[in-house]
């Protein structure tokens, strides 16, 4: 793998480490109902046409963070198809966050595109 392409690597894992807290909680607040994580991971790689796909188990860490953080609550049911599905669903404060973060991420988007300009693809 060549320098460069070490570089791109870098920078897709830096913004997607960013992104995924804002990506789950908007997936979360459209669903209207509780899910679990691969259901998560499934809507991410549909919605994300796959920009936001990768491991699923990264996912669960970030789940955990924002459970702790007050933005998601889960709980445990038994699954008939096997082991008991965890599932996640967002809260008021999870929902204010959204907003929040929503508001940020376009401000951000807008101002590295007005610094990008007409760059060529």
């Known amino acids: 793998m060549t320098d460069l392409e070490l570089q791109l690597r870098k920078f897709h894992k830096e913004l997607s480490t960013g992104t995924v807290s804002l990506t789950l909680l908007a997936v979360l607040a459209a669903a209207g109902e509780p899910m679990y994580g691969y259901q998560i991971a499934k809507r991410l790689e549909r919605e994300g046409e796959g920009v936001l796909s990768g491991k699923q188990s990264a996912l669960y860490p970030v789940l955990r963070n924002l459970g702790a953080a007050g933005l ?34 376009r401000a951000t988007r807008d101002s590295v595109d007005s610094v990008l300009g007409e760059l060529s693809e």
């Open 72 to 105: 998601l609550d889960s709980f445990v049911e038994p699954s008939v198809a096997g082991p008991p599905r965890r599932y996640y669903r967002i809260t008021g404060a999870g929902r204010e966050a959204l907003r929040d973060w929503a508001a940020a991420w």
